[in-house]
């Protein structure tokens, strides 16, 4: 593997806080003494928000930029999807305020896809917003969460129905926090990245084709390829669509249905495991449409297959997923509105007027619960 750093730039001009959206994701190794540089001279203060399971990174993290001259401060929150709570960001909202952090200074995010997501949020809502600069330590939280700005948290009735767009003063991608990452998160994390590949990139899916155990190492040159492919689509499609008003809706294949399987799960499923439920459904759906062919539709079932992550899910579930599917941000009014594909590297979003075509397609992808096995 390459010791040289990436640097891939997302987007340009000015975003919330004053924040410029030509902001850098960097790529490498040993990334933690870039950190200064992204938090600015303008800072005096900083707030690191960190998991519990990630409790002596976040405090290597904090004496660093101590060392570099600035006040820090640890706020540590539950792991996971408990952690995106509005009691939560109320809790990290308490730190900040007891620490007098002001406008001109930052906030560090350390951990997954939630803690990125909530910590963004908190960012976005002090002071109506303050510099963030996130260092994700996992596979999904690099090529999804930490890049383009999209922050939340959950409610009772769904995943990120509230949040905000903040984009990020800089994002460090370091590979080693990879390396004691379990097996089925790494594994999770690639169902977001074989996403990429099938709305923009279909080099991505050829390379988990030929080499499906090498992308499973974190130190594999092949890994960290698809890394910065994934990271490259969702820049190039961040720049072009900020707050997702368009093209960017293409970056919810596999997650209409996806989310609303975590809903159903009450978060007990990684994310990146429901996600690869929601794009083999999104497929079928597509192939019963018309859109897509039965070669392309297969394709979907096969590549995630052989990464191990799940296909099917069960049949007594519908009317529930029903209602996750019906509180999608995607959907207009009444109108179900689902991103799929008409070709490899082609989505559109497009709306479905009649819910017993889902129905119809679900049962393509549903198996008996009693024979339902959650291996992620």
């Known amino acids: 593997m390459s010791t040289e750093p990436t640097v891939i730039t997302v987007g340009e001009g000015t975003g919330a806080g004053g924040q410029e959206l030509g902001y850098s994701v960097v790529v490498g190794e040993g990334l933690l003494a870039q950190l200064p540089g992204l938090v600015g001279p303008q800072a005096e203060r900083v707030l690191v928000i960190h998991p519990r399971a990630l409790r002596a990174t976040g405090d290597v993290v904090r004496e660093d930029l101590e060392k ?218 597509a192939r019963s449409l018309g859109r897509l062919s039965d070669v392309e539709a297969d394709r979907h079932r096969e590549i995630l297959t052989s990464l191990g992550l799940p296909t099917t899910y069960r049949d007594d579930r519908w009317n529930q997923l029903l209602e996750g599917i019906r509180r999608d941000k995607k959907n207009r009014g009444e109108t179900l509105r689902f991103v799929l594909l008409n070709s490899i590297g082609s989505p559109a979003t497009v709306e479905i007027p009649d819910p017993s075509i889902l129905f119809a397609t679900y049962q393509e992808i549903a198996e008996p619960a009693s024979s339902t096995t959650i291996s992620l």
């Open 68 to 285: 570099a001259g600035y006040q820090a401060v640890t706020a540590e929150i539950p792991d996971a999807e408990e952690g995106k709570h509005i009691q939560v960001a109320a809790f990290c909202w308490q730190v900040l305020g007891q620490n007098d952090l002001t406008r001109s200074d930052a906030i560090v995010s350390v951990g997954g896809g939630a803690v990125t997501d909530v910590a963004g949020f908190v960012a976005a809502t002090w002071l109506r917003g303050i510099r963030i600069v996130h260092m994700p330590t996992t596979l999904l939280g690099m090529v999804d969460a930490a890049v383009g700005g999209k922050t939340g948290i959950n409610t009772a009735e769904g995943k990120n129905l509230v949040g905000s767009f903040h984009q990020p003063a800089g994002v460090l991608a370091d590979l080693e926090t990879l390396a004691t990452l379990p097996r089925n998160e790494l594994v999770a994390g690639l169902a977001e990245v074989v996403k990429c590949g099938f709305i923009a990139d279909e080099e991505i899916l050829r390379t988990v084709e030929r080499s499906p155990e090498e992308v499973q190492r974190w130190d594999s040159a092949e890994l960290r390829d698809l890394i910065e492919r994934s990271i490259r689509v969702k820049a190039g499609v961040v720049g072009r669509d900020v707050r997702e008003s368009g093209v960017r809706e293409s970056l919810n294949y596999g997650h209409t249905l996806g989310h609303a399987i975590e809903l159903a799960e009450r978060y007990q499923w990684r994310h990146g495991a429901a996600i690869s439920v929601g794009m083999v459904f999104a497929a079928e759906l």
